[in-house]
């Protein structure tokens, strides 16, 4: 492996396993929504920014084209919301540079440098460089707590020789976090990508000449198995040294009785870690942590319930499009299903996936 990206080099430390089923075994995992939908929703500004179209049909169409061929079910009115909002609105510039590639070397001194590429979403020159990276995330984070931004903003000012200012646009959440990249921030941008590129490299000669790929790129459980598109294999926090899937009724009946003894020990687990968390405190993983965290819920009386009812009443609302009747209180009612029918109740019929007591 000769050229490196930022989200190679990312997916490697956060779990070398990972990395070498996705970018050496070329294992085909199982994608996660929010990937799906990140990779959408930078098709649709992509699109937007380089044809320079703001109009709302424009982002409406190409929201459901972008989704057209997803794996995964996902409503084109998300990507939609996600890329029609002011963040992305106002970057829109003559001089932008959209979605650019670029590989070069990690090391202009060592003729052997492993190569760096990346695909920046925007950046336009100025009275500086403006560096933009769309982000999908539930979460903001700032432009230097990942080496994305600093790695990009080191390829530009290589490039033009100008003061590069990054900004990470997390459209989710209306937020745009901005970084004046120094020389600094660049270079331990630069030299973390290269550490790790010449580590990978120098494991995967060894994995040519014979060495176990499970010892050299052993798994991480961690933050990353929750997006991890091979959890699903990753059993006691190791992976089959060779990718499958399920094929026989017996690789079913093997994976279903796994899926029972799974539940029971994360129970088991929740509970262990629940009552060390109760004495000691939040237990942090990566960006994720264990804490007892407090539930509000309403509770509402007959009377509370009418006066509620005559509020949204007295507010212009129909009552009846907030409140509705359980299949619990229904039950409770002791009402028949030609009842229900007369009253005007539509039945609905859903499935559902999950284990039940065998015949
Ligand atoms: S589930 Fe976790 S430990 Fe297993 S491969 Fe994925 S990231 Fe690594």
Known sequence: MEVFSYSRLSKYESCPAAFYRHYCLHAEGVPSEASVTGKAAHAVIEAAMKLGCKEEMFFRVMSEIALATSPLEIKPEQVFILTY???VLREFHPDNRVEEHFVVPLDDEDPFAPKVQGY?????????????DWKTNYKAYKPTDTHQLGLYAWYLSRRTGRAVRGKLVFLRLNEVLEHEFSYRDMENAREWAYTLAREIQDK??????????????????????????????????????????????????????EILRLDAALGQMKDVLKAYVSVCGPVVVGGRQFALVPSVYWKWSPGSLEAAFEKIKQEGK??????????????????????????????????????????
Not at 120 to 132: P, Q, V
Not at 208 to 232: I, S, W
Not at 340 to 355: M, N, P, Q, T, Y
């Open 85 to 87: 909002r002011n963040p």
């Open 120 to 132: 920046i979403d925007l950046w336009r020159d100025g009275s500086h460089i403006e560096l933009i």
């Open 204 to 257: 995967l000669c060894m994995v040519n000449e014979g060495a176990d790929h499970r010892q050299l790129f052993p798994t991480k459980v961690g933050d990353a198995c929750r997006e991890c598109e091979y959890a699903v294999e990753c059993i006691d926090g190791n992976l089959p040294p060779v990718p499958g899937e399920v094929k026989t009724y017996q690789e079913a009946e093997a994976l279903g009785a």
């Open 318 to 359: 129909n009552p009846f499009e907030f409140l509705s009747l359980s299949a619990k209180q229904i039950e409770k009612l002791g009402w028949s299903e030609d009842a229900l029918h007369e009253l005007g109740a539509a039945k609905r019929k859903s499935v559902s996936f999950r284990d039940i007591a065998a015949n």
